[in-house]
């Protein structure tokens, strides 16, 4: 089975902080994808990356940025982390972005920002 | 975007169906139609998928209405396992990586 791994599963951190949510998928996938979860407003996609260095900017990139080193692993970086970060962040990796190739996911990050 | 529609809540007993609806009118030609739940405190997960035809799986059927404006999910017997948030989502064949997850249905198994 694929396995999403998120490095932290809780994480509080001050405003103005840089703050680096680690992912990791034991797979080989090419894409991997940043997500963020908040009641009411469901999953939104962030980032996504599509090969080693490459990456896309998702629905709401605005205060993020990412980081794509090696296949495996994928980071999520909060250059200065606000209050309206505070969320759950998911992430997941495909192995084609074909539209019948499904999305594999972490148990997330629940970040708080105070 | 084409956007899909689900009742927020539903309930079920265990060891019975459960049929999820989803309207999607507005889905264009080239969509597929795929479904993903969360359980409580994990990450969402892949259920099923489908274009025109009805699809089966271990976990599940998809039922597609023959105008495509309309899916339902099946479980066929329903566990406690099974209570999740279950999203229904519309994956264009251009910009299939950009999954839209809207709001989804709880779905409440009672024993």
């Known amino acids: 089975d694929v396995k999403v791994t998120q490095s932290s599963r809780y994480l509080v951190k001050r405003t103005g902080e840089k703050v680096f949510l680690e992912c990791v998928q034991d797979?080989?996938?090419?894409?991997m994808f940043w997500y963020r979860q908040d009641p009411g407003l469901g999953l939104r996609l962030i980032y996504f990356?599509?090969?080693?260095?490459?990456?896309e900017k998702g629905d709401i990139p605005e205060g993020y940025s990412v980081s794509r080193e090696k296949k495996e692993r994928f980071s999520l970086i909060l250059e200065s982390a606000s209050t309206n970060q505070t969320s759950m962040y998911l992430c997941a990796s495909s192995p084609s972005l074909g539209v019948v190739s499904p999305l594999h996911f972490g148990n997330g990050t629940r970040l708080t920002v105070t | 975007d084409a956007k899909t529609t689900q009742p927020n809540s539903m309930e079920s007993n265990e060891e019975e169906p459960v049929h999820l609806p989803c309207n999607h009118s507005t889905i264009s030609g080239t969509d597929y139609i795929h479904w993903y739940r969360q359980l409580p405190s994990q990450g969402p997960e892949y259920v099923i998928h489908?274009?025109?035809s009805n699809v089966n799986n271990r976990m599940a059927s998809l039922a597609i209405a023959e105008d495509r404006k309309s899916s339902t999910l099946i479980l066929h017997r329903a566990t406690l396992r099974d209570a999740a948030v279950y999203y229904c989502i519309l994956r264009p064949f251009q910009g299939a990586q950009k999954l839209v997850f809207g709001q989804g249905t709880r779905l409440t198994i009672n024993p």
């Open positions: 990356s599509y090969d080693v260095k490459m990456k």
């Open positions: 797979m080989d996938h090419e894409n």
């Open positions: 489908g274009l025109t």
